[in-house]
């Protein structure tokens, strides 16, 4: 212990003597540990993000469509009804919600000028699976639905350009020869940027009366939602296989679910994470290069010292082992001000982030940038430190 103490203590003074080298030679491990730090970190954020936005459009969402054929008109027998989405719930184990939609193209006149807009009959727990947020006035309620009130929502942007600032609850809208009472703005939870039915200027409005506008109770697409996200494969087989059994076999669905998307963002974030780490051992690594570098010139300038040493009875371990520690120091107290500034930047950026977006901090990846940081400096300046450990005293005493 008293040797250990001494050879430590040694090390220390000879750091003390060097300050600016060697704060200067632990910049790099500065630099590459609260890279990796940060760069996990960053990975988990936008993960959680991504995984956030494409949950946020519907909670365990499976949606089934009927496939078209571009060459020939297909029969009405093909075609996914009303029947089918409440038997669904029945039918398939797990599903704990179900719901349908019809949308066809429709024109409202503004100013004078029509303009297209998708017209959507929604069913009841539309609004639930598919997560939709009612900015002002209310959701159809039972009785919309049922007694086919001639009553709509709106999205935002058709609001703004029919009614301008003006609240629309409360007025009409004209759509071709039908007449409705806008009863609510609603929008998407998250944008799906027109890739739903949902487009910028929608209108949607109960099923009951779409279905009395057309005359059929066909739908488009036919939502299910699964109790828990193991069930989600579970749920998009059954209800394929149950829309076969009630259709002709002639007829094909193709069901779809979001972890297709899921699955793709986690590993687009994995791969960035792999990229971007790799990155940070580059700096890691040109950090130990530079920690060989200096403590091979400080070798070379202490040679007389270690010369003095071995002559008064210093083990060549001993000597060994100054080096080492001293290798260590440089790397682990670079390691330990990068964690510590990779930790301090995202608490730092927690106050400009959402509200709603927290930012998770990887203890794995600090242990690991703690590790990998020590382990660089030993592995680099275990060259120097043998180099210095096998001067031979005579000669070295006579090193100028």
């Known amino acids: 212990m008293i ?3 001494e050879t430590l203590s040694v090390a220390i003074d000879a750091l003390r003597a060097n300050k600016v080298r060697a704060m200067l030679t632990s910049l790099g491990v500065i630099i590459g540990s609260a890279s990796i730090v940060l760069v996990v970190t960053v990975a988990l954020t936008s993960q959680k993000f991504v995984i956030g936005q494409i949950e946020a459009v519907g909670s365990n969402l499976v949606w089934v469509e009927l496939v078209r054929s571009s060459d020939k008109p297909q029969p009405l027998s093909y075609e996914m009804t009303i029947s089918d989405m409440q038997v669904v719930k029945q039918a398939i184990p797990g599903v704990v919600e179900s719901a349908g939609i019809r949308d066809i193209p429709m024109e409202v006149v503004v100013k004078g000028t029509a303009r ?63 007449t409705f009472t806008v009863i609510g703005v609603f929008r998407e939870r998250v944008s799906t940027y027109g890739q739903s039915e949902i487009q910028d200027e929608s209108v949607i409005i109960p099923f009951s009366l779409m279905k009395n506008y057309t005359g059929q109770d066909v739908l488009r697409t036919l939502y299910a939602q699964a109790a828990r996200p193991e069930d989600v494969s579970g ?6 296989q149950f829309l076969r059994s009630r259709h002709p076999a002639q007829a094909e669905f193709k069901a779809q679910t979001l972890s297709a998307i899921l699955s793709a963002a986690k590993n687009i974030s994995l791969a960035l994470t792999i990229v971007l780490v790799v990155i940070a051992a580059i700096a890691l690594l040109v950090s130990g290069i530079g920690i060989m570098n200096i403590m091979l010139v400080t070798v070379r300038e202490r040679t007389r010292e270690i010369g003095i040493r071995k002559a008064i009875g210093a083990q060549r371990r001993a000597i060994l082992y100054q080096f080492l520690i001293e290798a260590f120091l440089i790397s682990g107290g670079g390691a330990v001000i990068g964690i510590l500034l990779g930790l301090a930047i995202p608490v730092a950026a927690q106050y400009f982030l959402p509200g709603n977006l927290r930012v998770p901090v990887s203890g794995v990846s600090v242990v690991i940038a703690f590790v990998v940081s020590c382990s660089t400096g030993v592995f680099f300046g275990y060259l120097p430190a043998s180099q210095a450990a096998a001067l031979q005293p005579i000669e070295s005493l006579r090193y100028e």
């Open 116 to 178: 297209p807009v998708n017209l959507i009959g929604v069913t009841e727990g539309y609004q639930k699976i598919r997560r939709l947020v009612v900015t002002s006035g209310r959701y159809f309620d039972s009785l919309d639905m049922d007694s086919r009130s001639k009553v709509c929502l709106i999205t935002r942007e058709l609001s703004d350009r029919v009614y301008g600032l003006e609240n629309p609850v409360g007025r009409s809208l004209r759509m071709g020869e039908l």
């Open 3 to 5: 040797a250990v103490r």
């Open 235 to 240: 749920v998009q087989r059954q209800l394929t």
